[in-house]
T-cell receptor
Framework: GAVVSQHPSWVICKSGTSVKIECRSL??????MFWYRQFPKQSLMLMAT?????????EQGVEKDKFLINHASLTLSTLTVTSAHPEDSSFYIC?????????????FGPGTRLTVL | EDKVVQSPLSLVVHEGDTVTLNCSYE??????LLWYKQEKKAPTFLFML????IEKKSGRLSSILDKKELFSILNITATQTGDSAVYLCAVEEFTNAGKSTFGDGTTLTVKP
């Protein structure tokens, strides 16, 4: 149980286009999902916290108009990279939080490799 | 600002060696510390530590937390080439549904 999927697993796009990445919790409902970005040989950097039915909370330095997050249901959050540029090329990972009692456990998706040409 | 620092940043050992990875933290609303192993894709969960002094063990891996000194160690005994990976330490907060701050990771390379 507790499986999180991401789609697509990799995407190549031209500079200036927008790319949408989906994150789904397959067998549980996640009121909270997190989006991370990871550059080569660096750690995971939290971009935003996404709560179902409300606006995402962005970390300092992350442009909310560039990285649009929608969490329309308890099993789906989407990240749209708008007007992508080569410097947006990165590995994007989502995680979904499963609550059991008072404990929240994060389950990670497999990640999406974005390359912007 | 919450901070998680891992050391060393990289480590090269030979099969059979024992390694110790370190993680220190400064977090305001500490709830738990987690260790992950990351190979090519997303991290995979290893341990969650919430209490001081209680060792968690899984095969050749073990970990312990010291909440007074604010650090944790991850031990791997009898290393194998399959242990080569980036090991990430993350600290979860009580608030924000478990929001985590990650360290920079330790890259472990185990040579045959």
């Amino acid at each position: 149980g507790a499986v999180v999927s991401q789609h697509p697993s990799w995407v190549i796009c031209k500079s200036g286009t927008s790319v949408k990445i989906e994150c789904r919790s397959l067998d549980f409902q996640a009121t909270t999902m997190f989006w991370y970005r990871q550059f080569p040989k660096q750690s995971l950097m939290l971009m935003a916290t996404s709560n179902e039915g409300s606006k995402a909370t962005y970390e300092q330095g992350v442009e909310k108009d560039k990285f649009l997050i929608n969490h329309a249901s308890l099993t789906l959050s989407t990240l749209t990279v708008t007007s992508a540029h080569p410097e947006d090329s990165s590995f994007y990972i989502c995680s979904a939080s499963l609550r059991a009692g008072e404990t929240d456990t994060q389950y990670f998706g497999p990640g999406t490799r974005l390359t912007v040409l | 600002e919450d901070k998680v620092v891992q050391s060393p940043l990289s480590l090269v050992v030979h099969e059979g060696d024992t390694v110790t990875l370190n993680c220190s933290y400064e977090v305001t609303n500490f709830r738990s510390l987690l260790w992950y192993k990351q190979e090519k894709k997303a991290p995979t969960f290893l341990f969650m530590l919430t209490s001081s002094g209680i060792e968690k063990k899984s095969g050749r891996l073990s970990s312990i937390l010291d909440k007074k000194e604010l650090f944790s160690i991850l031990n791997i005994t009898a290393t194998q080439t399959g242990d080569s990976a980036v090991y990430l330490c993350a600290v979860e907060e009580f608030t924000n549904a478990g929001k985590s701050t990650f360290g920079d990771g330790t890259t472990l390379t185990v040579k045959p």
